[in-house]
């Protein structure tokens, strides 16, 4: 995607370098840092502290960290089991995103089979580089497919603005390129079709008004910030004519891990008649499970994130206390939808049911 007139993605190679760089995201959108991978705990403290987020970014990132192990300085590139041992730890880094385990498991496999040290961080180097372009190509066809959703309440609203709602940033900043829930709302701009976003802010970290209205900003979609709680009273007054948005795990029968609140949001549609979307990449669902509730692990975050609100103040960024300071705080970072609440999925596939007959009918290839 484009900003202020150059192309940018949130993670990519520096040939130059041969370095692996990343967009700081904790710091936008009031400052553009960049930031160097060299080491696995470099890599694993981007994404614990979400430098880096979003279900295939997070994939793309883990990666990138297998080559970012076998290069590192003082490595053990030809040691099987540090190899396997440091890909572990990199796992380990957040729980809840499949696409983690799913990118360094891939990569891994691919440099175990080298034997050759300089084989095997070519072959790491270039699977990373593969699984890169394979998401961006994904989220492609997921704008291509969802923009038919689009277009067809635009026919029946005779080319009105069709008033889309989503939730936290699954735009190109958690995906690479066009992203998951946005890529339709691109895809639908780009084809003069009329769309209005409703950004939910997204709290603990704002990534809806910090992240979400910056991409959309950049890109000239017309859209409106509004608190997380205010979604379902636009929906009640027929403010809102769909609900898409991203998921970080999504179980094989159609349960939806996603940023804490989506529930809700599902909820909502469900009482007003809303279309509710998930659009996400195979790489996003979980194959092996199919009760969201009991088998997706939800992460909770350092309650700081709760207690504190950063933003723009005299030029610098300030960190600011809002609740009494003895008062506690739990963090949960995600909540899970059930299947029942959710119209379909929006995949690089076509758009599907959510309904593990449908889904499995759809990705054969992913059966048991």
Not at 6 to 22: A, H
Not at 72 to 85: I, P, R, T
Not at 236 to 250: S, Y
Not at 291 to 309: C, K, M, N, Q, S
Request: hydrophobic fraction near 40%; aromatic fraction near 6%; charged fraction near 25%.
């Amino acid at each position: 995607m484009k900003v202020d007139g150059k192309d940018m993605r949130p993670i990519w190679f520096e040939k130059e370098s041969e370095t692996v760089q990343v967009i700081d995201q904790r710091f936008l959108p009031h400052k553009l840092i960049i930031e160097d991978l060299n080491t696995v705990d470099d890599t694993i403290h981007a994404i614990r502290e979400m430098y880096v987020r979003g279900a295939p970014l997070i994939g793309a990132t883990g990666a990138f960290g297998v080559y970012v192990i076998l290069v590192q300085e003082n490595n053990k590139g030809g040691d099987n089991e540090y190899l396997v041992s440091e890909c572990k730890r990199l796992k380990d880094a957040r729980p809840t995103a499949v696409n983690l385990s799913w990118g360094v498991d891939r990569v891994m496999s691919v440099a175990l089979n080298r034997d050759n040290y300089k084989a095997r961080v070519k072959a790491a180097l270039d699977e990373a580089l593969k699984i890169v372009e394979e998401e961006v190509v994904n989220c492609r066809k997921i704008g291509e497919y969802g923009m038919s959703v689009i277009e067809e309440i635009s026919k029946e609203k005779n080319g009105k603005p069709v008033n889309i709602l989503t939730h936290c940033n699954a735009g190109w900043l958690a995906c690479i390129e066009y992203g998951t829930a946005t890529a339709p709302i691109y895809a639908a701009f780009d084809n003069n079709i009329d769309v209005h976003v409703w950004v939910d802010e997204t709290r603990p970290l704002n990534q809806g008004s910090r992240l979400t209205a910056w991409e959309l900003g950049k890109h000239g979609v017309p859209h409106t910030i509004i608190t997380d709680n205010a979604g379902g009273h636009v929906m009640q007054h027929g403010m809102v004519d769909l609900v898409i948005v991203g998921t970080d795990r999504t179980t094989r029968a159609g349960d939806v891990a996603n940023k804490i609140g989506t529930y809700l949001k599902a909820l909502a549609a469900k009482d007003n008649n809303i279309p509710f979307y998930v659009a996400l990449p195979s790489s996003t669902f979980d194959w092996e499970i199919t009760d969201g509730l009991a088998d997706i692990p939800i992460e909770e975050r350092d309650p700081g994130e709760i207690r504190y609100v950063q933003g723009l103040c005299n030029g610098k960024i300030e960190k600011v206390l809002v609740p009494p300071e003895a008062s506690k705080a739990a963090n949960h970072a995600f909540d899970v939808t059930p299947a029942r609440l959710v119209t379909g999925f929006i995949t690089e596939r076509g758009i599907v049911r959510a309904a593990e007959k449908d889904i499995m009918s759809l990705f054969p290839d992913k059966k048991k």
